[in-house]
């Protein structure tokens, strides 16, 4: 089964809504949440063997002047030594994935030359970019959550499958490997969940296989088209 | 008289030979050297009052994960509060320089697209472009000192002399400016300096003042090729 590792980093993550719900979804038998301003003592060794037995690896954050909290940088310049990510040539994170789960306060269409911050989400991060763009990991589109507390509980709910999915479904993030994700869920509710969640996700599956059945019927539709066209 | 402050971040910077050697070009009237790992009990006020009293700021680091080290991090996150960069629509520092002074052990034509790293300078740095437009600062070209130690003394001496100028020159970098400021440096020298430093300069001023005589030639002839073309 795919591992993931979640790198955290909030200096008041006890204080945030946001990381104390996204931290209710990651709760998943092969993810795990690992906040690095709680770790103390901090073995570079253990911390490398984590990032090394995970196939996709997760920095999440919100947004500290356009960067992560200090807490993080701080990480990487302890644990992401030269020597482990490219120094001896051996490359022992290439081919992973490698995403990025960013909280801010602001709209996404903030986030665009011209408007209130001036650059996308994308430029602000080339730094990290950069990072797996050397250690040879395959860069995942960002997951950005922003104003989490303007969201409805629905809203919440989308958002927090959504995150479950970032996590563990398989990429790219296919109308196919959605469907898998959402199938094999529901097959593990039914052996250990409780009837609330199974509830919730059923109607999630419903709504989701109901705008299959809308696209297959599309495309029907455009064959035939075609077909007249033909004819 | 312009002031500048120099926030320098580098957790080691007793072995940087690099930082050594610009600390002996920063001594300079008008410019303090501020370095953020050496700070004791971190002042927020004093620090941006600091800020506040300063025409031009420096951000100076070695690259670290084409990032500053987390020391710098730190700092912004504590000392650039919301409120005071732009929260109560005050903004102190408008109207400021900004400049980034980045030392780096790889040679500059490594930093562009389908090169070693694949980013330029200005692309990793968007954080602090975007902290600059926030606080609605201007923008200075980024200073680079890429691979100090592979560097003649004679090069080494022209860095010199071009990061005083980083520092203190009027900007923009045009020849005029720079002739004042050579101009200016001269004056000072003698009142005050040592002979070896005077020969040093003289010897740039000389340099500089040939190439600007050059350049006035080359303006005659195309003034003469123009009047030509118009008999």
Redesign the interface.
């Known amino acids: 089964m795919m591992k993931t590792l979640i790198i955290v980093s909030h ?1 008041e993550i006890d204080n945030s809504q946001t990381q104390q719900f996204l931290y209710q979804g990651a709760k998943l038998e092969n993810a795990i949440w690992h906040h690095v301003e709680k770790i103390n003592n901090l073995d570079v060794i253990n911390e490398q063997k984590l990032l090394i037995e995970a196939d996709r690896i997760i920095f999440q954050f919100p947004l ?7 807490g993080l ?2 990480w ?2 302890t644990v ?1 030594t030269r020597n482990f990510i490219y120094g001896d040539k051996t490359y022992p994170l290439e081919g992973k994935e490698f995403g990025l789960v960013i909280t801010t306060g602001l709209p996404l269409k903030d986030f665009q030359k011209g408007a209130a ?3 996308t989400l994308d ?2 991060m ?2 990290y ?3 797996a ?1 050397k250690a040879r990991m395959k860069i995942m589109p960002i997951f950005p959550v922003p104003q989490f507390w303007y969201k409805t509980e629905l809203m919440q709910m989308d958002l927090l499958v959504d995150y479950q999915r970032y996590l563990t479904q398989e990429m790219p993030d296919s109308l196919n490997n959605k469907q898998t994700w959402f199938e094999k869920k529901l097959q593990e509710l039914d052996l250990n969940s409780n009837i609330e969640d199974k509830k919730f996700l059923e109607l999630i599956l419903s709504n989701f296989t109901s705008r299959i059945e809308e696209l297959d019927q599309l495309n029907d539709t455009l064959e035939m088209v075609k077909e007249d066209d033909e004819n």
């Open positions: 200096p500290y002047w356009y960067s992560a909290p200090s940088k701080s990487e310049d992401l911050e001036n650059f430029e602000l080339t730094p970019r950069a990072i763009d």
